[in-house]
């Protein structure tokens, strides 16, 4: 049997809607992109979205609407995806990495307090896996550090503490003490990835929270300009009778999304709930199988979070990474398709060229040691999932 680590949730129903556009004749940013941000608004219980390439684009766009660039300092976790941490660079400010908690997915938060300098602008927290990082934690260490902050631009002034720029490309659908994913953070960035539990094959969104005396639709309009070379009118606002006209009113990005990846995004939302309960049935089987494994399993569901379920990560007692990468080559051997999530930022040579070194991270090494992510997706039938534990039992019983 062969078991992929993920297939992308795919039906008739996105493909007419996908279909419907292409027939349209307006496959760029337009009408579908517009309803596409209003029903993800709604989602998320946010009064804007805003809908673009990618999750990279999101973040990097959050710190250039605040100001940031050099001089400054945003800090994020050694434990994540490039992404992360490369738009800190774009922007040119200083990149700060700070270790994992022991035995844990998420920033050490003592370490993010004492990593905080008068030239902190931002912290960029991680929602591994889907589930939202410890938010009360991160504003009260940022409330507490308000003698260090001085503001930049308008935003800045206004938010009037470093802001919190959640990069939750993994985390569409997940909740944390009554508050959706996109209503916590100051922004919130998620990814549409073909790999990602709700996607558009390529894409994001970025949210906000409201900003005292700047409206959103005035947040909005500077990420249009900042995303869209800045231009004073998209396309759809130019075919307007008499509308021809516009401004260039800054040399600036091109990070729009098209209505061919916003319709199968519109497709995706109607089925999303479905989606996501799927993901928590897979993973609630998956945690009462290996419940007396020698496993510590990603905790994805408690009494005041509820995670988008997007990656089951183990760690694999008293192994190290050579005998995991055996392990997965076992399972690889059986069809079943594994993956490790992640390989921390300092033990790549762009990161390592900035003048990280991994022995400053001995925690986020830890986790890197020991750990495999097995396959989860939408899709997976109880086939699929009942090999995928029998073969990983027997194969941890063989290392």
Request: glycine share 8%; charged share 20%; proline share 3%.
């Amino acid at each position: 049997m062969q078991v992929p680590f993920l297939i992308p949730d795919i039906t008739d129903v996105e493909i007419e809607e996908v279909t419907d556009t292409l027939r349209s004749g307006w496959i760029t940013t337009g009408p579908k992109t517009k309803k596409l941000e209003m029903e993800l608004a709604k989602f998320c219980g946010v009064n804007k979205f805003i809908c673009l390439n990618s999750a990279t684009a999101c973040i990097e766009i959050a710190l250039r609407v605040l100001g940031i660039g050099p001089g400054d300092e945003v800090i994020t976790t050694a434990y994540t995806y490039t992404a992360s941490a490369s738009v800190v660079c774009h922007v040119g400010a200083k990149l700060i990495l700070v270790d994992t908690a022991k035995d844990s997915y998420e920033m050490d938060y003592g370490q993010l307090a004492d990593a905080i300098t008068e030239k902190t602008k931002a912290i960029i927290p991680v929602d591994l896996g889907g589930i939202m990082c410890d938010y009360d934690m991160i504003f009260s260490i940022v409330s507490n550090k308000k003698g260090l902050y001085s503001a930049n631009n308008e935003i800045q002034k206004t938010i009037g503490r470093i802001a919190v720029i959640a990069d939750s490309a993994h985390a569409l659908g997940a909740s944390q003490k009554g508050k959706k994913c996109g209503e916590v953070a100051d922004f919130t960035c998620f990814s549409f990835h073909a790999v990602k539990n709700f996607t558009t094959g390529e894409g994001g969104g970025l949210t906000w929270k409201s900003v005292s005396g700047i409206s959103d639709a005035e947040i909005y309009k500077r990420l249009s300009l900042l995303t869209l070379h800045g231009q004073s009118k998209d396309a759809l606002e130019k075919t307007k009778l008499g509308e021809w006209e516009y401004d260039v009113v800054g040399t600036f990005y091109k990070y729009n999304m098209t209505d061919i990846s916003a319709a199968l995004g519109i497709a995706q939302l109607k089925r999303y709930p479905s989606m996501l309960r799927r993901r928590k049935e897979i993973i609630l089987e998956y945690d009462e199988a290996f419940r007396n494994m020698p496993l510590q399993i990603l905790n994805h569901y408690g009494t005041s979070f509820c995670s988008s379920g997007h990656l089951y990560c183990v760690r694999v007692h008293n192994k190290d990474r050579r005998e995991c990468n055996y392990i997965m080559e076992l399972m690889a051997e059986l069809g079943i398709a594994t993956n490790v999530h992640y390989k921390p930022l300092p033990m790549l040579s762009a990161y390592k060229n900035l003048g990280f070194d991994i022995q400053n991270y001995p925690n986020a090494f830890a986790l890197f040691s020991n750990e495999i992510t097995l396959p989860l997706y939408s899709r997976m039938t109880e086939d699929a999932i009942d090999y995928t534990i029998q073969s990983f039992k027997s194969v941890l019983n063989e290392v």
